[in-house]
């Protein structure tokens, strides 16, 4: 079992829907949360992240974090088709920082 | 620097030689970690130092993988009889305390070819 799991898609959207991400980890203990985007070709890029339980909004953002579950997604409202990326799910469990292998979303105008 | 330094940005080398990648980390920050991203999205940890000590080595292959971060120079990663699987983009990223609750700022990679 990985560490840190995530739906590799493709996930396509409707530019201006709701594109909802999702991402489970294994390890009870993990610490913080992080959502990365990497644009094809580039690097990552922190985008969000979360360390308590609930959800944290920042301007289209939302990651939302349920550790009894162990999970945490990222919405994106009013999806654009620049927000067409692969979106990383990374893990702090204190001892290591593990990513997820991304899901590969597209906005479609 | 406001950001981590990666060079070279492209690296050709032929299967058996010698590879050398850089890493300035960000100013400030004492944490530098080394991923490998072979496929698209599969990142995988390698090596991380705090300050100039290794801080958790047990991604690094052990036969021809090494790294260093020593002081007032730029973090090395080393790659030894380099293989055609070594081809892959090496990020490295900095975090200004160690991994607990700090997030970490990317460079913009190094692509290995190995032909």
């Known amino acids: 079992q990985k560490e840190v799991e995530q739906n590799s898609g493709p996930l396509s959207v409707p530019e201006g829907a709701i594109a909802s991400l999702n991402c489970t980890y294994s390890d009870r203990g993990s610490q913080s949360f992080f959502w990365y985007r990497q644009y094809s070709g580039k690097s990552p890029e922190l985008i969000m992240f979360?360390?308590?339980?609930g959800d944290k909004e920042d301007g289209r953002f939302t990651a939302q974090l349920n550790k009894a579950s162990q999970y945490v997604s990222l919405l994106i409202r009013d999806s654009q088709p620049s927000d067409s990326a692969t979106y990383l799910c990374a893990v702090n469990t204190g001892n290591q920082f593990y990513f997820g292998t991304g899901t590969s979303l597209t906005v479609i105008p | 620097g406001e950001e981590v330094a990666q060079t070279p940005k492209h690296l050709v080398r032929g299967e058996g030689q010698k590879a050398k990648l850089y890493c300035a980390p960000i100013k400030g920050h004492s944490y530098v970690f080394w991923y490998q991203q072979v496929l698209k999205n599969e990142f995988k940890f390698l090596i991380s130092?705090?300050?100039?000590?290794?801080?958790?080595e047990t991604g690094m292959p052990k036969e021809r993988f090494s790294a260093k971060c020593l002081p007032n120079s730029p973090c090395s990663l080393e790659i030894q009889a380099t293989k055609l699987e070594d081809s892959a983009v090496y990020f490295c990223?900095?975090?200004?305390?160690?991994?607990?609750?700090?997030?970490?700022?990317f460079g913009d990679g190094t692509r290995l070819s190995i032909l």
């Open positions: 130092f705090q300050n100039e000590n290794v801080f958790d």
């Open positions: 979360i360390y308590s339980n």
């Open positions: 990223a900095s975090s200004q305390e160690g991994q607990r609750n700090q997030p970490q700022h």
